[in-house]
Structure formats: C-alpha cells, structure tokens
C-alpha cells in the first residue's frame, strides 16, 4: 500500500547502515529472561568474530543475572530473524552472514531465569 | 384583541441552526477545490456537509461563558491549593512522579491537538464541523496551558519539571507519545478526525484522564484534580464530535467504510500502545490507588468501548484489530512497563522503585494468576539487590519497535514469558515491531514509518550529544552525554526515588507542618 | 442492553442535577469515586430541566452540565427542556 497524498509521497530511512559509523545493528534477546525487559540492541563492527559476542558484549549487558555464571554456551541454542541458527564463533559477523538489524535470540536450556519465573 | 405578542424566544435547535448555518460561501475569486485543497485525497465522499448534526448544539456565545466560568473555578482551586502548601497534603512525594510523565508525555500533545484542530477545522468543507472544530482546537490550548499553570507549582519545590517542553522532542519514551502525534498529524484531515476525535478521544481518553485523575484527587493533589476535570468536561464534547465524525463519514457514502474501518484498527492500536504509560500509573505511581488498570479497562474499554462498537455494528464496522490482544493483555501491560522504566531509571527525568510488599499483596489482588506467578519473583529479586546496595540498572540500549517506538517489551499473545517479535523486509531493509498491530500499521504505509526517529538509533549514530561534546576524548561517556543532551539533572532527577532529593525534601517539610523544630 | 453513563465532578450542583437524573430514570445505578459520581443507567437516560431545577431550587439551563461533566458515552439529544443519551 502506499501513502495517500497530495503529490508523490517518498521516505528516507533514518536507520541505514551507512549512517552507524561503519557499525551495524544487532538486536539480542535472552529467552526466559524478561528482567531484561527487552532484547539489547548493539552497533558491532561487521568484522567483529561472533565469538566476541559470547565473550565481550554479553557479559556487559546480562553479566549480573544469577543465572549467567551457570552458562553453557556449547549447548545454547540460537535463532537469528526467527529461525534456528548455529552461529561459527571464530568467523566474523559478516560470515556468518549476520546482516544490518538482524536479530538473535538464545536459549539457554535448564536455565529459566529467577525462581524458573523467565525473569 | 391584540395581535402583538413578544417575539418567541427561539429554541436550542433554532438558535444552534442560525449560529452554525449559512456561514460559508461558495468562492468565486477562486475554485472551492483550491481553498480547501485536503478535502478529497484521502477517498473519503461527502455529499452533503449540512446532513452534519452536532448534537451539543453549543454556540460560540454559549460556549465562551461556561468556558470562562470553567476557568475562573479551575484557577481559584489552583491558587488555594499552591497558596495553602497543597502539595504537603498529598500522600506521598512518590505521586509526583506521576505528574512528571504527565507534563513530559501528554501535555505536549494538547499543544498538538490544538494545531490539529485548527488545521482540519481549515479543511474541511462543511461549516458545522468547522465550528466544532475551533471549539476544540481552543479547548486543547486552554488545556495545555492550565497544566503547565498547575505544575509549574511543582516545578518550584520538585524535580524533573523544568525541562518538559525540550524532552518531548528528545528523550526516549517521550517519542512513543510525541510520534503518536506526528503520525496523527500528518495524515490527512479524515483520518485525523478518526485518530484523534473517535479513536483516541471516545475509545481511549477516559482512560486517561477519569481513573488517574480520579487517583489524583484520592492522593490529594487538588491541582490536577482541577485541570484534569476541567479540560474532562471538554472532552466530553470532544467524544461526541468524534462520534458524530465517524457517524458522518459512513453515512455520507458506504466506499467510505473500509477506509475508516482500517483507520480504527490502525489508530485503536497507536493510541493503546501510549496508553502503556497510563497503565503503570495507575498500578504502581500511584501511593493510594483508586482502581487497577485491568478494572479500568474493563470499565472504559471493554464495557463502554464494547457499547459503542455494538452501536456501530448497522454501519458495517466491527471493533478494532487488536481488541482482543489488548484485552488479554490488561493483566501484564503495567508490570511489563513499570519494569521497564525501573531498570531505564538512570535515561528517564522521574523517580521509581519497587513495590512495597503491601503493594504486590495490592497487585496479587488485582491480578491473580499473573502477578505472583510471572512478576513479584522480578520485584522481589530487585528488591533483594536493593537491599545489598546493588540495585539493578540497565546500562544497555533495547530494541525498539519501529512503529510505536516503544522497547520490545509486549509479550507474544497467550504466552507472557516470550517476547513478541514480528518483522518486515522493506526496500531491503529489514524493520522490527512489538506486535501484529504495529507490523500492519506498518505494511500498509512503510513509506511513513521508515522514517521513524527511533531514539536507541539515533543515539548510536551520534546525533544526540551536545554540540560541545567531543565522543573522540579518552573518557567520553556516551550515555552519560545523552542524558546531558537531554537536560536532566544527572544524579537528581533520574534517580531511584530512595534516596532522591524528593523524597528528603518532602519528608523535611512534612516534619514542618507539624511541630516547631 | 448497553448502559449509557454520565460523570460528574462531586459539587453541590452535580449532588441536585444526580438527585433529578435518579427521579427520573428509576433503573439508574449510582457510583462514587474518588472527587466524582457516576451515573449508570440500561439503555438510555434522560435529565430533564424542570426536575434540575426543583432539586436546586434555583432556574438551570441544561447547557450548565458542561460546567461539571466529566464524561459520558452515547449519543446525545439535546433540547432546551431535555438531555438525553441512548444507544441505538
């Protein structure tokens, strides 16, 4: 559908890539964890390994939840946009084919937040 | 026998007829499509302006005296209250806060409906929507003025008053409200008056303004007891222009009722989703509390709401897309969103904290079978931390929903522990909503919202630091200068109410009041 | 059958002009809150002047509810003698 208007009606997108400093988007969200209220977004550099999201964002943004010590990061399962998704820790974000505003989500299987409440 | 009787003082009917009738005039110097050049595009047909009734039949002679007298009551009450000390009559300074969001996030937007009044009432074609029109766009003028009279009272003695009008246009949750209007505003002067005359004004503004204004008055704020009933008994006109609006518009012609059935869905769910804010203040900003938000929206929504769209019903509409989520939801909105604000404390200009434990036995009360079960083990882990000096901020930017722009914090439909997550690839780009409301909202019109000032967004492409800011210096803070950017008092306003200068403040003066010391 | 509502501010007007709506519509249901009252009534509901003015004992022109309305819902007909809300 389009805009009704008086004349050609045409948007620029405000979030493109080309305007986050050569950083692009990633949205992560902790399944079973709703003290954090919503998934984090975080500008990452595209060469940036996927491992560097276990080892270096993540605890920054989730560290102090009681379950995050617990972690078993070879048995987490992954999505990305919806879909499973079994991400290569040692490669780059760009080849693991992670583009501008993707969005993961992780399960971390025994693990449902305080008091198995998902907070 | 005389002939010669006084003249017939003339009825309701004849007098509004004469007053609203016969004012306009066909153009000749230039086409009637040239001066109202916004009457059609839309695809709304109109065959015949004067089938408009506005039932109030409120003529502007009329209609400035009870205004007058209606100002001239509002005043003396807010002069009494600020020259009697008012405000240390209130149950406690935790209320305030709830003015805060108030003053930030909605009295803004009656400056807006002011300036969307006027517009439509300029465009469109039929006289007696016209005069309706001005009335209401001078009612949302004199609305917004009496709350920044009122509060400016606050502003004196409390925090995070002082910079409302620069943190509309700039802080995080104030877009959720601010794009409400934006997006209300540009639209065509049709749609305009089904966003903001039906939707908002007959479906949603009761539940803004009775139950929290209704609390207001219950936690002994007398001043926006005054301004919130003053600028309700406006509203109540307001609802039936929305009224006669819709109703106008589907008997005009019937092409006219899928445009406005999608306007209804599209505009019920815009106006819910600012709602989220009302929801928390009701449930847990309010000291004393009146009702919770599941019984105000089984009240105002779902019972009166539910009327109107039987009413509706021999139109062809049905009620809005969306209805039945919003039902289902009304028992997690406010928990869901006064989490939020809690671990956000540090970006928002108001105070928070948890819930006493007489407030979550309130809360379990209120909501049995979802407040035990999915929040108070949330509350009460913050609580702990609190208690062990380490309470819980979130120092990392959520995602938002690229059509309400409100973090993605809705939970998916009948499943309260996983986050709703829609999406949409447009022109190669991909965007994100909270829900099926916002990704249709979005899908009919991307060209709209792809332009959407998404506050996280544009905090990382470094748009919202101060001129003088230098991000390249060694011990830059980023966030730190947002909330510079913002204008808040760093470590004064946006901090937990425990502890706050508020909270000292207005136990001192309390402590004033009664004895000598 | 949907109710339709009206809300007053709590003053000494509104206490006459909810006394006159109870007179004259008998099925109406009465709900106080907090600085206001509600009134609640099957169908439709009708405040008729004359009986306004009786309880206040003072002349009233209908158009002064707009002083104390808080809101209502319905569709409204208005007359110098009669406000009345209905759902179809």
Redesign the interface.
């Given at each position: 559908m389009s805009v009704a208007a008086v004349t050609e009606y045409r948007g620029t997108p405000k979030d493109t890539q080309d305007q986050f400093h050569g950083a692009q988007l990633t949205y992560i969200g902790w399944i079973d964890h709703l003290m954090f209220c919503a998934p984090f977004a975080f500008p990452l550099p595209p060469d940036m390994p996927f491992g560097a999201i276990v080892e270096a964002v993540l605890p920054g943004a989730v560290g102090t939840h009681p379950d995050f010590a617990s972690i078993d990061w070879s048995s987490v399962e992954w999505t990305k946009n919806g879909e499973p998704f079994t991400p290569d820790l040692s490669a780059s974000l760009a080849d693991n084919g992670m583009r501008h505003k993707d969005s993961l989500t992780f399960r971390t299987p025994g693990l449902t937040g305080v008091k198995g409440s998902s907070t | 026998m005389t002939t010669t009787a006084a003249p017939k003082k003339l009825g309701l009917k004849e007098r509004y007829a004469l007053m609203t009738r016969g004012l306009d005039w066909q153009t000749t110097y230039q086409p009637m499509e040239k001066v109202f050049p916004y009457a059609t595009y839309e695809g709304i047909k109109v065959h015949d302006w004067n089938a408009w009734e506005d039932p109030f039949r409120l003529t502007m002679d009329a209609y400035w005296k009870y205004q007058a007298e209606k100002e001239q009551k509002l005043y003396a009450i807010m002069d009494a209250f600020a020259q009697n000390n008012g405000h240390l009559g209130l149950t406690d300074a935790r209320y305030i806060n709830s003015l805060k969001l108030f003053l930030t996030g909605v009295s803004p937007l009656e400056y807006m409906a002011h300036r969307g009044f006027a517009h439509v009432g300029r465009s469109l074609p039929g006289v007696g929507a016209r005069v309706a029109c001005q009335m209401q766009s001078l009612d949302e003028l004199r609305h917004v003025q009496t709350q920044i009279h009122s509060m400016s009272n606050y502003n004196k003695l409390y925090d995070g008053f002082h910079a409302w009008r620069h943190m509309h246009d700039r802080v995080w949750y104030l877009s959720v409200p601010k794009s409400f209007f934006d997006d209300a505003i540009t639209a065509g002067p049709f749609e305009f008056m089904i966003a903001i005359g039906f939707s908002f004004e007959y479906v949603l503004t009761n539940l803004l303004f009775v139950p929290f204004i209704s609390g207001a008055a219950y936690n002994g704020d007398m001043g926006a007891m005054a301004f919130g009933f003053s600028a309700q008994s406006d509203e109540s006109r307001h609802m039936t222009l929305g009224l006669e609006a819709i109703k106008f518009m589907l008997e005009q012609d019937p092409d006219n009722l899928p445009i406005v059935q999608h306007w209804i869905d599209k505009w019920f769910w815009r106006g819910y989703r600012v709602l989220t804010l009302v929801a928390m203040m009701l449930d847990f900003m309010l000291p004393k509390k009146v009702m919770s938000w599941k019984e105000a929206w089984e009240i105002y929504a779902e019972e009166n709401g539910g009327a109107l769209f039987n009413d509706l019903a021999r139109y062809g509409v049905r009620p809005p897309l969306g209805w039945q989520q919003a039902c289902d939801d009304k028992v997690h909105l406010s928990s869901q969103a006064w989490s939020t604000f809690y671990q956000y404390q540090a970006a928002a200009p108001f105070h928070t904290w948890v819930p006493s434990p007489e407030d979550m036995d309130w809360m379990a009360q209120k909501y049995p079978g979802t407040f035990d079960q999915y929040y108070r083990p949330r509350f009460e882990h913050w609580a702990e931390r609190e208690a062990a000096g380490d309470r819980y901020n979130n120092g990392t930017l959520p995602m938002l929903c690229q059509v309400c722009q409100i973090p993605m914090l809705f939970t998916e439909p009948g499943d309260p522990t996983r986050i709703c997550y829609r999406d949409s690839v447009y022109d190669g780009e991909r965007y994100h909503f909270c829900s099926d409301g916002c990704k249709n909202i979005f899908d009919h019109e991307p060209e709209k919202y792809v332009q959407a000032w998404l506050p996280v967004h544009q905090i990382y492409q470094g748009n919202c630091f101060r001129p003088e800011a230098d991000p390249t210096a060694a011990d830059f803070n980023p966030l730190l200068e947002v909330i510079t950017w913002y204008q808040m008092n760093v470590g004064v306003d946006n901090a937990p109410y425990e502890g706050s200068e508020d909270q000292r403040h207005f136990r001192a003066w309390r402590q004033m009041t009664t004895s000598n010391a | 059958m949907?109710?339709?509502?009206i809300?007053f501010?709590t003053n000494e007007a509104s206490r006459g002009i909810v006394d006159a709506i109870v007179e004259d519509n008998p099925t109406a249901s009465i709900n106080e809150?907090?600085?206001?009252v509600r009134v609640d009534v099957p169908g439709s509901m009708t405040i008729k002047r004359e009986t306004v003015e009786e309880k206040l004992g003072r002349s009233f022109d209908l158009?002064?509810l707009?002083?104390?309305?808080?809101?209502?819902?319905?569709?409204?007909?208005?007359?110098?003698d009669e406000f009345t809300l209905s759902?179809?």
């Open positions: - | - | 949907s109710n339709v509502f809300a501010q809150q907090p600085a206001m158009q002064e707009h002083v104390h309305l808080i809101t209502l819902s319905g569709h409204i007909d208005e007359s110098d759902w179809n």
